[in-house]
Protein backbone atom coordinates (compact mmCIF):
# COMPACT_ATOMS: atom_id res chain seq x y z
CA UNK A 1 0.00 0.00 0.00
CA UNK A 2 1.54 3.26 -0.89
CA UNK A 3 2.23 5.97 1.98
CA UNK A 4 -0.41 8.75 2.33
CA UNK A 5 0.28 11.80 0.06
CA UNK A 6 2.09 14.64 2.43
CA UNK A 7 3.12 17.94 1.25
CA UNK A 8 1.34 17.50 -1.93
CA UNK A 9 2.12 21.68 -2.76
CA UNK A 10 6.03 20.87 -1.40
CA UNK A 11 8.47 19.94 -4.41
CA UNK A 12 11.70 17.60 -2.98
CA UNK A 13 15.03 18.99 -4.77
CA UNK A 14 17.87 16.91 -4.47
CA UNK A 15 20.72 18.47 -5.67
CA UNK A 16 23.46 16.18 -7.29
CA UNK A 17 26.81 16.14 -8.93
CA UNK A 18 27.91 13.58 -11.70
CA UNK A 19 29.99 11.13 -10.23
CA UNK A 20 33.23 11.58 -12.84
CA UNK A 21 36.58 10.65 -11.28
CA UNK A 22 39.05 12.68 -10.11
CA UNK A 23 35.88 15.73 -9.72
CA UNK A 24 33.55 13.90 -7.13
CA UNK A 25 34.12 13.77 -3.31
CA UNK A 26 37.61 15.13 -3.78
CA UNK A 27 38.28 14.95 -0.25
CA UNK A 28 38.13 11.22 -0.25
CA UNK A 29 40.71 10.36 -3.01
CA UNK A 30 43.31 10.32 -0.64
CA UNK A 31 41.65 7.41 0.81
CA UNK A 32 40.15 5.85 -1.81
CA UNK A 33 41.62 7.20 -4.97
CA UNK A 34 39.56 8.80 -7.50
CA UNK A 35 37.39 5.94 -8.87
CA UNK A 36 36.70 4.62 -5.18
CA UNK A 37 35.77 8.29 -4.52
CA UNK A 38 33.64 8.72 -7.56
CA UNK A 39 32.17 5.34 -7.20
CA UNK A 40 31.36 6.24 -3.60
CA UNK A 41 29.43 9.33 -4.89
CA UNK A 42 27.54 7.27 -7.30
CA UNK A 43 26.34 4.88 -4.36
CA UNK A 44 25.29 7.98 -2.15
CA UNK A 45 23.56 9.49 -5.37
CA UNK A 46 21.74 6.19 -6.35
CA UNK A 47 20.76 6.14 -2.00
CA UNK A 48 19.18 9.43 -1.93
CA UNK A 49 17.27 9.04 -5.34
CA UNK A 50 15.84 5.83 -3.78
CA UNK A 51 14.66 7.27 -0.33
CA UNK A 52 13.35 10.44 -2.29
CA UNK A 53 11.23 7.76 -4.13
CA UNK A 54 10.31 5.67 -1.30
CA UNK A 55 8.61 8.39 -0.52
CA UNK A 56 5.03 10.26 -0.87
CA UNK A 57 6.45 13.07 -2.79
CA UNK A 58 3.98 14.27 -5.78
CA UNK A 59 7.18 16.60 -7.22
CA UNK A 60 10.33 15.66 -7.01
CA UNK A 61 13.73 17.20 -8.99
CA UNK A 62 16.92 16.12 -9.33
CA UNK A 63 19.22 19.24 -9.54
CA UNK A 64 22.24 18.49 -10.97
CA UNK A 65 25.77 19.64 -12.43
CA UNK A 66 27.53 19.73 -14.79
CA UNK A 67 25.37 19.11 -17.63
CA UNK A 68 22.01 17.51 -17.67
CA UNK A 69 23.12 15.89 -21.05
CA UNK A 70 25.43 13.99 -18.74
CA UNK A 71 25.24 10.04 -19.82
CA UNK A 72 25.25 9.11 -15.99
CA UNK A 73 21.99 10.69 -15.34
CA UNK A 74 19.76 8.55 -17.86
CA UNK A 75 20.24 5.75 -15.33
CA UNK A 76 18.54 7.67 -12.43
CA UNK A 77 15.16 9.33 -13.96
CA UNK A 78 13.14 6.10 -15.15
CA UNK A 79 10.52 7.09 -12.56
CA UNK A 80 8.01 9.78 -14.03
CA UNK A 81 8.37 11.56 -10.76
CA UNK A 82 11.84 12.57 -10.95
CA UNK A 83 12.30 16.09 -13.41
CA UNK A 84 16.01 16.35 -14.04
CA UNK A 85 17.05 20.55 -14.14
CA UNK A 86 20.21 21.94 -14.25
CA UNK A 87 22.19 23.44 -11.58
CA UNK A 88 22.39 27.47 -12.55
CA UNK A 89 26.37 28.60 -12.16
CA UNK A 90 27.32 30.09 -8.99
CA UNK A 91 28.60 29.31 -5.58
CA UNK A 92 26.22 26.74 -3.33
CA UNK A 93 24.33 29.92 -2.21
CA UNK A 94 23.36 31.07 -5.28
CA UNK A 95 22.52 27.57 -6.43
CA UNK A 96 19.71 26.90 -4.06
CA UNK A 97 18.55 30.39 -3.66
CA UNK A 98 18.07 30.60 -7.48
CA UNK A 99 16.38 27.02 -7.40
CA UNK A 100 14.20 27.49 -4.42
CA UNK A 101 13.18 30.60 -5.81
CA UNK A 102 12.22 29.71 -8.55
CA UNK A 103 9.70 27.13 -7.31
CA UNK A 104 8.41 28.79 -4.16
CA UNK A 105 7.54 31.46 -7.30
CA UNK A 106 4.90 29.32 -8.29
CA UNK A 107 3.17 28.93 -5.46
CA UNK A 108 5.07 25.46 -4.20
CA UNK A 109 7.00 25.18 -0.84
CA UNK A 110 10.46 23.63 -1.36
CA UNK A 111 12.49 21.21 0.49
CA UNK A 112 16.04 21.19 -0.43
CA UNK A 113 18.88 18.41 -0.08
CA UNK A 114 21.71 15.99 -1.35
CA UNK A 115 23.72 13.23 -1.71
CA UNK A 116 25.78 12.96 1.22
CA UNK A 117 23.54 11.88 4.25
CA UNK A 118 22.65 8.56 4.52
CA UNK A 119 20.70 8.55 7.15
CA UNK A 120 18.21 11.25 5.39
CA UNK A 121 15.92 8.13 5.38
CA UNK A 122 12.15 7.91 3.83
CA UNK A 123 11.38 8.20 6.64
CA UNK A 124 13.14 10.87 7.78
CA UNK A 125 11.87 13.55 4.36
CA UNK A 126 8.21 12.40 5.40
CA UNK A 127 9.03 13.71 8.90
CA UNK A 128 10.49 17.03 7.34
CA UNK A 129 7.28 17.43 5.07
CA UNK A 130 4.95 16.94 8.01
CA UNK A 131 6.40 19.67 9.78
CA UNK A 132 6.43 21.84 7.35
CA UNK A 133 2.77 21.69 6.49
CA UNK A 134 2.60 23.46 10.25
CA UNK A 135 6.31 25.70 9.92
CA UNK A 136 7.71 27.89 8.02
CA UNK A 137 10.79 26.16 8.45
CA UNK A 138 12.34 23.12 8.32
CA UNK A 139 16.28 21.34 9.02
CA UNK A 140 18.02 18.50 9.60
CA UNK A 141 21.64 19.63 11.41
CA UNK A 142 24.80 17.82 10.39
CA UNK A 143 27.78 16.80 12.95
CA UNK A 144 30.08 18.90 11.11
CA UNK A 145 27.76 22.10 11.30
CA UNK A 146 26.35 22.03 8.10
CA UNK A 147 23.08 21.16 7.30
CA UNK A 148 21.88 18.02 4.99
CA UNK A 149 17.83 19.25 4.62
CA UNK A 150 16.21 23.00 4.24
CA UNK A 151 12.64 23.74 3.79
CA UNK A 152 11.40 26.73 3.74
CA UNK A 153 7.44 27.84 2.71
CA UNK A 154 8.73 31.55 1.29
CA UNK A 155 11.85 32.90 -0.02
CA UNK A 156 14.29 35.44 1.40
CA UNK A 157 17.67 35.69 0.40
CA UNK A 158 19.64 36.54 3.85
CA UNK A 159 18.79 32.26 4.24
CA UNK A 160 21.95 32.11 1.03
CA UNK A 161 23.82 34.52 0.68
CA UNK A 162 27.11 35.76 3.09
CA UNK A 163 27.08 32.28 4.46
CA UNK A 164 30.51 31.08 4.94
CA UNK A 165 30.04 27.70 2.93
CA UNK A 166 31.52 24.34 3.97
CA UNK A 167 31.73 25.29 7.77
CA UNK A 168 31.11 24.49 10.63
CA UNK A 169 28.81 27.67 10.97
CA UNK A 170 26.43 27.27 8.57
CA UNK A 171 23.27 25.48 10.42
CA UNK A 172 23.85 28.33 13.14
CA UNK A 173 23.82 30.84 11.00
CA UNK A 174 21.07 29.52 8.82
CA UNK A 175 19.19 29.22 12.15
CA UNK A 176 19.65 32.49 13.63
CA UNK A 177 18.55 34.04 10.56
CA UNK A 178 15.25 32.29 10.52
CA UNK A 179 14.93 33.55 14.00
CA UNK A 180 15.48 37.02 12.86
CA UNK A 181 13.19 36.66 10.29
CA UNK A 182 11.01 35.33 12.71
CA UNK A 183 9.34 32.51 10.54
CA UNK A 184 8.78 29.30 12.66
CA UNK A 185 11.52 26.17 12.55
CA UNK A 186 11.35 22.99 13.42
CA UNK A 187 14.90 21.12 13.82
CA UNK A 188 15.51 17.24 12.81
CA UNK A 189 17.28 15.10 14.84
CA UNK A 190 20.85 15.44 14.94
CA UNK A 191 22.56 13.92 11.52
CA UNK A 192 25.78 13.02 9.75
CA UNK A 193 27.15 12.97 6.35
CA UNK A 194 30.05 11.41 4.44
CA UNK A 195 32.66 14.21 3.89
CA UNK A 196 36.26 13.25 5.06
CA UNK A 197 37.98 9.99 5.43
CA UNK A 198 36.96 9.51 8.96
CA UNK A 199 33.19 9.94 7.89
CA UNK A 200 33.83 6.28 5.86
CA UNK A 201 33.92 3.68 8.81
CA UNK A 202 30.10 4.95 9.53
CA UNK A 203 29.05 3.96 6.15
CA UNK A 204 26.61 0.73 6.29
CA UNK A 205 28.20 -2.17 4.56
CA UNK A 206 25.98 -1.54 1.20
CA UNK A 207 27.96 0.96 0.79
CA UNK A 208 31.27 -1.00 0.51
CA UNK A 209 32.38 -1.89 -3.02
CA UNK A 210 36.14 -1.88 -5.15
CA UNK A 211 34.48 -1.49 -8.31
CA UNK A 212 33.00 1.59 -10.13
CA UNK A 213 29.63 1.09 -11.55
CA UNK A 214 29.57 3.45 -14.73
CA UNK A 215 31.70 4.74 -17.14
CA UNK A 216 31.83 7.40 -19.49
CA UNK A 217 31.44 6.49 -23.04
Known sequence: MNPPTLARDTTLVIFAKAPEPGL??????????KKGAAHLADLLLQNAVKEALATSFESIELCV???????YWSSLIADSRIQLTQQV???????MSATAKRIIDKGRSV????TDCPPLTTQRL???ASALEQH??????????????LGIQQW?????SDIPWSTDAVANITLNRLKHLQWSCWEGELLWDVDTPNDLSRLPSRFESPVISWSLK
Open 24 to 33: AKTRLIPALG
Open 65 to 71: TPDMKHP
Open 89 to 95: DGHLGER
Open 111 to 114: ILTG
Open 126 to 128: LAA
Open 136 to 149: DSVIYPVEDGGYSL
Open 156 to 160: HPSLF
